[in-house]
């Protein structure tokens, strides 16, 4: 299937409108949904009867994409999973970010912060997989701390630890792709509506890749100039 992407603005522009006055989603809504493809995703790649750890290590960034990354691991957890959040930079944009963190703390889900000593699950042995919810569509390098720290560790331990990386793997320029030659190289990469720019620079040797968050109507795709994707029955998520 040929790649279809949009842009970073494109993609931005697309969901302003979708949570605009005349269509009038909230980002609430298309977080869960953009959450629970990921999880989805995760399960189809790991399932729990095929590798028999449970943990997973989700790095949640201060934006909309680490909200991505809370949502995702409270459905890893009712799909048998056993996640630990890491989120370093928790965001008081809207009080939504800590009611996210107090659903984690309903599942009994570990919300580490900088203090904590998250680099211990960073270790295959235990962990399964890091979900990389850091950046998304609107990281703009060069990255600021802690998050340079963070993604050096990640990549340090990618070449035996599998990272999802959630729309864009982070630190990518989200049109150019890698910006340094040390980058992370996810071993799976779920785009959110459409893939952007930089998902054609995935090596498909290391990288698989999937479409997830299905919430537009078909015209809408077309307006904004790519072929809806065929999702299978229910599926929130379709293999690249
Ligand atoms: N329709 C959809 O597909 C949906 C996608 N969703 C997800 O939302 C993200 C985009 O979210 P957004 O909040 O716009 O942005 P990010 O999460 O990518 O990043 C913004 C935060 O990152 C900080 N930032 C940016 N650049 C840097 C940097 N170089 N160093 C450190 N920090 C950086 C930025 O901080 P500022 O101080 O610059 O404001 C922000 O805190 C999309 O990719 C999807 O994952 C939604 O869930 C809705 C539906
Ligand atoms: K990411």
Same mark, same amino acid.
């Not at 993609?11 to 980002?27: C, H, N, V, Y």
């Not at 809504?29 to 943990?55: C, D, T, W």
């Not at 991505?68 to 048998?80: I, K, N």
């Not at 996810?186 to 998902?199: E, F, G, I």
């Given at each position: 299937?040929?790649?279809?992407?949009?842009?970073?603005?494109?993609?931005?522009?697309?969901?302003?409108?979708? *949570?605009? =006055?005349?269509?009038?989603?909230?980002?609430?809504?298309? *977080?869960?949904?953009?959450?629970? %493809?990921?999880?989805?995703?995760?399960?189809?790649? !790991?399932?729990?009867?095929?590798? @028999?750890?449970?943990?997973? /290590?989700?790095?949640?960034?201060?934006?909309?994409?680490?909200?991505?990354?809370?949502?995702?691991?409270? @459905?890893?957890?009712?799909?048998?999973?056993?996640?630990?959040?890491?989120?370093?930079?928790? %965001?008081?944009?809207?009080?939504?970010?800590?009611?996210?963190?107090?659903?984690?703390?309903?599942?009994?889900?570990?919300?580490? %912060?900088? +203090?904590?000593? $998250?680099?211990?699950?960073? @270790?295959?042995?235990?962990?399964?997989?890091?979900?990389?919810?850091?950046?998304?569509?609107?990281?703009?390098?060069?990255?600021?701390?802690?998050?340079?720290?963070? #993604?050096?560790?990640?990549?340090?331990?990618?070449?035996?630890?599998? #990272?999802? %990386?959630?729309?864009?793997?982070?630190? $990518? +320029?989200? +049109?150019?792709? =890698?910006?340094?030659?040390? @980058?992370?190289?996810?071993? *799976?990469?779920?785009?959110?509506?459409?893939?952007?720019?930089?998902?054609?620079? /995935?090596?498909?040797?290391?990288?698989?890749?999937?479409?997830?968050?299905? !919430?537009?109507?078909?015209?809408?795709?077309?307006?904004?100039? !790519?072929?809806?994707?065929?999702?299978?029955?229910?599926?929130?998520?379709?293999?690249?």
């Amino acid at each position: 299937m040929a790649l279809k992407t949009v842009s970073s603005k494109l993609a931005a522009q697309l969901d302003k409108e979708l *949570m605009g =006055p005349e269509i009038g989603f909230t980002l609430e809504q298309l *977080m869960e949904l953009a959450g629970l %493809s990921v999880a989805q995703a995760v399960q189809r790649q !790991f399932p729990l009867s095929i590798y @028999h750890k449970n943990k997973i /290590l989700v790095v949640a960034g201060p934006g909309n994409n680490g909200g991505d990354g809370l949502v995702c691991a409270r @459905h890893l957890a009712l799909f048998g999973y056993r996640p630990v959040v890491f989120y370093p930079k928790r %965001s008081s944009r809207t009080p939504f970010y800590g009611q996210l963190v107090n659903q984690l703390k309903f599942f009994k889900i570990p919300v580490l %912060s900088t +203090d904590d000593d $998250w680099k211990q699950l960073l @270790h295959a042995k235990d962990t399964l997989c890091v979900v990389d919810a850091i950046f998304g569509f609107s990281f703009k390098p060069p990255v600021r701390e802690p998050f340079g720290s963070i #993604i050096s560790e990640l990549i340090s331990v990618q070449d035996q630890l599998p #990272i999802v %990386s959630v729309d864009v793997p982070t630190g $990518w +320029d989200v +049109d150019e792709g =890698p910006v340094s030659t040390e @980058h992370i190289v996810p071993s *799976m990469l779920v785009s959110l509506t459409v893939p952007k720019p930089c998902s054609a620079k /995935l090596d498909k040797d290391k990288t698989d890749h999937f479409v997830g968050g299905r !919430f537009i109507p078909p015209d809408f795709a077309v307006k904004y100039g !790519f072929e809806p994707f065929p999702y299978p029955s229910t599926d929130q998520i379709l293999k690249l």
